[in-house]
């Protein structure tokens, strides 16, 4: 794999990531609630009253972003190279993790090291350790396509 430098855009990734963080931070002052994606979606499967509303604008705004880009013209060309059935076990295992690991990459590794929580450290490197894992063995096995 190769780096397209010519489309790799620090400037906008770190912009993107002070959006983030403020967004986390925003959500926690206002909210007094972690902003964990997984939580955040989980806690509408038994949800608490007057615990729905906030949860389900929340994830309205994450479908919507891409929508509105797709619509403005400015989403990026994305190419997918795994197969469905790749792409749908890479998600019940994502989903496994997040259980398994209470809560997921946006909870513990945006929220939880900005809190220096021992836990969501430890839950990142284990995140990334394993992501680093399995590309590697998906690109040196014949299960990488």
Do not use: N, Y
Not at 13 to 32: D, E, N, Q
Not at 65 to 70: E, F, G
Not at 118 to 143: D, N
């Amino acid at each position: 794999m190769m780096m397209d430098w010519a489309h790799f855009t620090p400037l906008w990734s770190l912009i993107g990531g002070l959006f983030v963080g403020l967004a986390a931070t925003l959500f926690i002052l206002f909210h007094g609630r972690i902003m964990g994606v997984s939580g955040i979606l989980g806690g509408l499967i038994r949800p608490l009253r007057g615990d729905i509303g906030w949860r389900v604008i929340f994830l309205l705004g994450l479908v919507s972003a891409p929508i509105a880009a797709k619509i403005l013209g400015v989403m990026p060309a994305i190419d997918i190279e795994s197969s469905p059935v790749q792409l749908i076990l890479a998600g019940l295992l994502v989903g496994f993790g997040t259980a398994t690991g209470s809560g997921c990459t946006s909870g513990h590794g945006v929220c939880g090291i900005a809190r220096l929580s021992p836990r969501s450290i430890t839950a990142t490197l284990t995140f990334m350790a394993t992501g680093i894992l399995t590309v590697w063995l998906m690109r040196h096995s014949g299960f990488g396509g």
